[in-house]
């Protein structure tokens, strides 16, 4: 991956991501650009709405020069204001650009950060055909890709989370390939042979991996992969994500919510 773009804003887990982002771009010779976008109100006086504040000013401003401090060493880095305060308007530009990108790195939403929309990562997965690197607003991170986990359930969006996942992972690292079910599940058996096609592709590009198959018996397939995640002391989980085309709209997706609100490691989402 050559072109990579970072979400910045002025919450403190910004610092964590983007030292994660340079890392990345370091690794893999890449170019960085980081985006400043966050909501804010505009400054009205009388029937006129001054832009930019001065609170939304002292914020990119820092959020600049802390990229451009972080980013000194790589060879192509470029620090972009891309909103004036709308959520709305964070949205699409953020989709948009993301598209001339082949990765983007967000933050773990939380609902303590009002600076950030709430369905910025959802949109920019679903809308702009681009893997999203997400960062967990705890922990540190300084890098990532060298014990992926990749999940699979033979749908069309693990295999483009997998095939993402590939191009970020070192070639000497040690990755396993894991599938979570539920007792009874019919696919059970298929799903044993598919694995190995899928422990067959990491090989093909120079990447050890090995296949696990684990039940959910007690506990949800999300919270099931997070477990096999910290007993594998992954640094990486690699998911097919907003899936379940055919199901409700209330349901659809629901499992990658649940993975952004409670990840406790970086996670690579593909739609």
């Known amino acids: 991956?050559?072109?990579?773009?970072?979400?910045?804003?002025?919450?403190?887990?910004?610092?964590?991501?983007?030292?994660?982002?340079?890392?990345?771009?370091?690794?893999?010779?890449?170019?960085?650009?980081?985006?400043?976008?966050?909501?804010?109100?505009?400054?009205?006086?009388?029937?006129?709405?001054?832009?930019?504040?001065?609170?939304?000013?002292?914020?990119?401003?820092?959020?600049?020069?802390?990229?451009?401090?972080?980013?000194?060493?790589?060879?192509?880095?470029?620090?972009?204001?891309?909103?004036?305060?709308?959520?709305?308007?964070?949205?699409?530009?953020?989709?948009?650009?993301?598209?001339?990108?082949?990765?983007?790195?967000?933050?773990?939403?939380?609902?303590?950060?009002?600076?950030?929309?709430?369905?910025?990562?959802?949109?920019?997965v679903v809308d702009s055909g681009r893997?999203?690197?997400?960062?967990?607003?705890?922990?540190?991170?300084?890098?990532?890709?060298?014990?992926?986990?990749?999940?699979?359930?033979?749908?069309?969006e693990a295999a483009r989370a997998f095939v993402d996942g590939i191009r970020i992972t070192v070639k000497d690292a040690e990755a396993v390939v894991v599938s979570v079910s539920k007792p009874g599940d019919p696919e059970i058996g298929y799903r044993k042979a598919s694995l190995q096609f899928a422990v067959a592709h990491l090989k093909a590009h120079g990447i050890k991996g090995r296949a696990d198959q684990a039940l959910a018996s007690d506990i949800g397939l999300m919270d099931a992969l997070l477990n096999e995640a910290a007993d594998f002391g992954a640094d990486l989980l690699v998911l097919g994500a907003f899936g379940g085309q055919g199901y409700p709209r209330f349901s659809r997706g629901s499992g990658s919510r649940f993975m952004l609100k409670h990840m406790t490691l970086p996670v690579l989402l593909s739609h």
């Not at 010779?29 to 001054?50: D, E, K, N, P, W």
């Not at 650009?97 to 709430?118: K, W, Y």
């Open 131 to 156: 893997p999203v690197l997400v960062v967990p607003h705890a922990g540190h991170f300084p890098d990532t890709g060298r014990k992926p986990m990749f999940t699979w359930n033979d749908s069309r």
């Open 1 to 124: 991956m050559r072109n990579l773009l970072v979400h910045l804003d002025s919450s403190a887990p910004t610092k964590s991501r983007l030292e994660l982002a340079v890392a990345l771009a370091t690794r893999m010779g890449s170019r960085l650009v980081g985006i400043f976008a966050q909501t804010q109100r505009s400054v009205t006086s009388g029937v006129v709405a001054a832009w930019p504040p001065a609170e939304y000013v002292a914020a990119r401003k820092a959020a600049e020069e802390a990229f451009t401090a972080a980013a000194a060493g790589l060879a192509d880095c470029v620090f972009m204001d891309i909103n004036r305060g709308e959520e709305s308007d964070i949205l699409v530009q953020a989709v948009d650009l993301a598209r001339h990108f082949d990765l983007v790195i967000c933050g773990q939403p939380v609902s303590e950060n009002h600076t950030m929309p709430g369905d910025l990562i959802e949109r920019i």
